[in-house]
């Protein structure tokens, strides 16, 4: 994959993410104004079509600022982030499979010291697969 593939699918994930933010300032407006879960919904769909949350969420934001909370940002989540799958693992794995088109994913997962699950999320990312 190119730097201006990669480089899309940035662009399209932040894009993905500022939709789903303006979604959630959406939310706590129309909730503001008294409007029902299912009625917010609607008026989403309306504006975002299929970039449109699930009914489910709308319901979820709306408890959570229903219950005092105002913040349209994402809580803190526990664990351990995601630090294998970077721009620089995707280009070596690219050179690497470039290089060895016969290259076994465990040996993979060792040139990149990363574990497998990672490897296959570029993998996908860099739009191979198995012949």
């Avoid at 894009?15 to 706590?28: L, P, Y």
């Avoid at 449109?52 to 600022?65: E, G, K, L, N």
């Avoid at 040996?107 to 996908?124: P, W």
Wanted: glycine share 4%; hydrophobic share 35%; with cysteine.
């Amino acid at each position: 994959m190119t730097a201006e593939g990669q480089s899309d699918k940035i662009d399209k994930m932040a894009c993905d993410m500022e939709v789903r933010m303006k979604q959630r300032c959406v939310i706590e407006f129309l909730h503001a104004e008294k409007i029902a879960p299912n009625d917010i919904h609607r008026c989403l769909l309306n504006v975002y079509g299929d970039q449109t949350v699930d009914v489910s969420t709308v319901r979820r934001w709306v408890a959570r600022f229903s219950s005092g909370d105002s913040d349209v940002k994402d809580k803190p989540r526990p664990g351990r982030p995601c630090t294998a799958v970077t721009p620089r693992n995707e280009e070596r794995l690219d050179q690497l499979i470039r290089a060895n088109r016969r290259i076994t994913t465990r040996k993979l997962c060792t040139e990149l010291n990363i574990g497998c699950n990672a490897l296959e999320t570029i993998v996908a990312t860099l739009e191979y697969r198995k012949f």
